[in-house]
């Protein structure tokens, strides 16, 4: 039986029209100077965090009825980059043509680099040299997904001020001990911006056109799109989904307490201790919501981290057990196989095949 060959679906890079007034009369709406845009689109981007990126510059555009944002997609190979849903990213030029130039072509005003949580092994050197192009060119950019530890490692973004997406952080923290990779949103450090990526690079976007057209535009971008709340850079990512449907800021600030102490934990002695609360009323506001004891919570998290790390990298279990706050491998594997009904071996080498100790 014949089966046809699968066919990429494709993104085209969006065709905007310049019909910005020279000047501003009496009466009229403001201009608003241009601003261009490069995205570098890295393989292996997910098509959120792309649709994140493009779709408010263009509804920003059509809300000031001229071509305030102009966007360049660039690829970082030859060939148009495909996203995680296996959707072909059209754009304009590769990056090897924009490095070909003295300086970055028309120097805009801000580069993208819209990278996933992994970057493939042929996208490791063109993304090293153009980082190297932007930062000596001290071209604003944003990072996002793993680019954010490509550029922490060659210092181009503050070794604290470096974010990560919550499913990787503990990879990454393994991988480049020396950056300390945050568990929040976004963060700008002077030109440059660290960002988790995803849905964090729409919040990202409406803050950029908030500070270059102002807050009605950026409320009338958030309610095309039906956002509900603003979040900020700072907002923590949290490590559990059923987290983040919870209003409660104590919640919300224990978790964030025990995502950053994995490795050491903390008693919730000292948790409620630092958010002014007793250990009791801590306890009551985590039943009131769903999320059962704090103690239970935090070990909960910790496995978590650890199923990353055995799925993700190399550790040995010990290894492992260690990163996630478990002195006792023996007591790790019995949680483990308790949570996930296997042993972190089993888990790793579900065909018996030798492993690490």
């Known amino acids: 039986m014949y089966v046809k060959p699968f066919q990429h679906s494709s993104i085209k890079t969006p065709k905007i029209q310049n019909d910005c007034a020279p000047f501003t009369c009496l009466g009229a709406s403001p201009v ?11 393989d292996g981007v997910s098509l959120t965090t792309m649709s994140s990126l493009v779709d408010p510059f263009c ?29 072909k990213i059209e754009c304009q030029v590769p990056s090897e043509k924009v490095l070909s130039h003295a300086d970055l072509k028309n120097r805009p005003d801000l580069v993208i680099l819209a990278c996933g949580q992994d970057i493939d092994t042929p996208s490791e050197k063109p993304l090293l040299a153009f980082l190297r192009k932007i ?11 793993a680019a954010n530890a490509y550029a922490a490692s060659m ?26 990779f945050s568990n929040v949103l976004f963060e700008t450090s002077g030109q440059v911006t660290s960002c988790a990526g995803e849905l964090a690079s729409l919040d990202f976007v409406v803050n950029f056109i908030e500070s270059h057209c102002g807050s009605t535009i950026a409320q009338k971008i958030c309610g095309h799109f039906l956002i509900e709340s603003r979040r900020t850079g700072q907002a923590v990512q949290l490590l559990n989904a059923s987290a983040m449907l919870c209003a409660d800021q104590r919640i919300q600030n224990a978790v964030a307490m025990m995502i950053e102490h994995i ?20 306890e009551r506001i985590f039943a009131r919501y769903g999320f059962g004891s704090p103690c239970k919570y935090f070990k909960t998290l910790r496995l978590e981290r650890a199923r990353q790390l055995l799925e993700q990298s190399n550790l040995s279990v010990s290894e492992v057990a260690l ?3 478990f002195e006792c491998q023996t007591h790790f594997s019995k949680n483990y196989k308790k949570r996930y009904g296997v042993s972190p071996r089993g888990f790793r080498n579900p065909l018996g095949t030798q492993s690490r100790l």
């Open 135 to 145: 930062a000596s060119a001290s071209v604003p950019f944003l990072a996002l997904g």
């Open 59 to 87: 509804y920003a555009n059509k809300i000031l009825a001229c071509n305030k944002f102009e966007l360049q997609l660039v690829s970082l190979l030859k060939h148009h980059p495909i996203t995680t849903s296996r959707v």
């Open 155 to 180: 210092e181009l973004i503050a070794k604290d001020k470096c974010v990560a997406h919550w499913e990787t952080i503990g990879l990454l923290r393994e991988n480049f001990p020396a950056v300390e």
């Open 323 to 325: 990163a996630c706050g």
């Open 263 to 282: 490795e050491q934990p903390i008693s919730i002695h000292e948790i409620s201790t630092a958010l002014s609360i007793s250990t009791r009323q801590l």
């Open 32 to 42: 608003y100077p241009i601003c261009k845009i490069m995205i570098v689109v890295i």
